[in-house]
């Protein structure tokens, strides 16, 4: 459901409040492309996964499931948002942004992570569309109701996702390592047992990303007040201080967890401690990206838009492994 929330907030991004039967459409497409690029992954890392120990219980590296069902499971994956696609959404640059995605993240699986800066780059480019598509499927006439909002949004997702793939290249350093995996940090010898500080390459490149976090998060702010170009969907009544909602929220929250959560990146990290950064990381942004929609939709259904996924999984979760979480999971 993270992933189908993208797409609302893309939505949102115009001005368009969905309807319900919509906000389901939307979670269906998302379920299916999040499955997709989790079971494409699966296929195509099943080399690197069966030389970590603690993703033995992953289903084709333990054997659960067999290569040609994981093939046929991610077919189905495709199809499924294809058709449902096609009745709802019929709309060329709905069309055209939902195969972006998919394609990108088919070369991300296949690729992206064996090619130097696209192991990086190409989960951005996945959500980066993503979010694009939920505006263009949103808005028919797509360029004609972009907006600053739909570029920031895609943006900042788009840096999310790069920030989440820094996290797991430092995390996984050692097996990529072994597999020739041309991260920036193996590229820039990060080692488990290096104690990483401030003026480390890995540090400054995370504040790097980080930069264009917050310059995304600011564009509709400098756009509507620093060039008199107010926006109709992010213009509302001051709330403290004469900054509005989505202002507010910018300085107050969204700046100093952005800026924090790099900070705390310092020192020496083993691979458990890199999983629990990054979803930390994941929290703070989540919720960052779910306000992007405070001014069209209130604060109460942006806390719902960023609550749905982590709803979402603990059911699942639950429903699956008896329990909200599954330690290594």
């Known amino acids: 459901m993270l992933t189908a929330g993208i797409a609302m907030v893309g939505a949102y991004s115009v001005g368009h409040i969905l309807s319900w039967e919509e906000f389901l459409v939307f979670m269906w497409l998302g379920f299916w492309f999040h499955s997709f690029g989790g079971a ?13 120990v603690e993703l033995k219980d992953k289903p084709i590296v333990s054997g659960a499931v067999s290569m040609s069902q994981a093939i046929a499971f991610t077919l189905v994956t495709v199809f499924a948002g294809l058709i449902v696609l096609a009745f709802y959404f019929p709309y060329t640059w709905a069309i055209v942004f939902w195969s972006l995605s998919y394609i990108w993240a088919g070369h991300y699986d296949a690729k992206g992570k064996y090619t130097a800066y696209f192991f990086e780059l190409s989960l951005g480019f996945t959500f980066f569309f993503w979010a694009l598509f939920g505006a263009a499927a949103a808005r028919p006439d797509f360029f004609g109701s972009l907006t600053m909002n739909t ?19 430092m995390k996984d350093a050692p097996t990529d390592r072994k597999l020739r995996v041309p991260t920036r940090a193996v590229v820039w010898g990060y080692r488990h047992k290096q104690r990483l500080r401030m003026s480390s390459p890995h540090i400054l490149y995370a504040f790097f990303i980080k930069f264009w976090v917050l310059l995304a998060f600011s564009l509709p702010i400098l756009f509507s007040r620093l060039l008199s170009s107010p926006l ?15 202002s507010l929220f910018f300085f107050a929250f969204v700046v100093p967890t952005q800026l924090a959560i790099v900070v705390r990146a310092r020192g020496r990290h083993d691979r458990a401690w890199w999983t629990n950064y990054i979803v930390m990381d994941m929290f703070l942004t989540w919720l960052a990206f779910a306000f992007m929609a405070v001014m069209v939709v209130g604060v109460w259904w942006s806390a719902f838009l960023f609550l749905l996924p982590l709803l979402w999984f603990a059911g699942t979760t639950t429903a699956i492994y008896g329990r909200p979480m599954r330690v290594g999971l």
């Open 40 to 52: 494409y992954n699966e296929i195509c890392d099943y080399k690197l996964d069966s030389m970590v």
């Open 232 to 246: 109709p969907i992010l213009s509302g009544p001051p709330v403290l201080l004469g900054l509005d909602l989505y």
């Open 151 to 169: 570029i920031a949004v895609a943006l900042v997702i788009f840096c999310f996702a790069v920030y989440i793939n820094w996290g797991n290249a």
